[in-house]
């Protein structure tokens, strides 16, 4: 079989969601052994970890329900966010120069 149109990606993008769920278990798994073992003494640092790995798992979940779903909207969504933060304090041209959005 030729590997193309949606079954392709579907499967692919199915298999880079699980890597990400695994990843994001993972940080998670490290940041609480580490805190078991005394090994990191800063709730900062652990907090920080866990949240990445969080957020991370939730995005990877929501990829993973979109692809196996066809939904597009859960599917642009690791997008949306991105866009979002990267063109959150963008200048406005039109006005001051100093001024933000």
Avoid: E, T
């Amino acid at each position: 079989m030729v590997c193309g149109g949606f079954a392709c990606s579907k499967n692919a993008l199915c298999a880079l969601n699980v890597v990400y769920m695994l990843v994001s278990l993972l940080l998670i798994g490290v940041a609480a052994w580490g805190k078991g073992l005394g090994l990191v003494s800063s709730i900062h640092i652990i907090g920080g970890v866990i949240a990445v790995g969080v957020f991370l798992l939730l995005i990877a979940v929501a990829g993973l329900v979109g692809a196996v779903n066809h939904h597009q909207v859960l599917l642009f969504f690791i997008l949306g966010v991105w866009l979002a933060m990267r063109f959150r304090n963008q200048k406005d041209p039109r006005a001051n120069p100093s001024a933000f959005l």
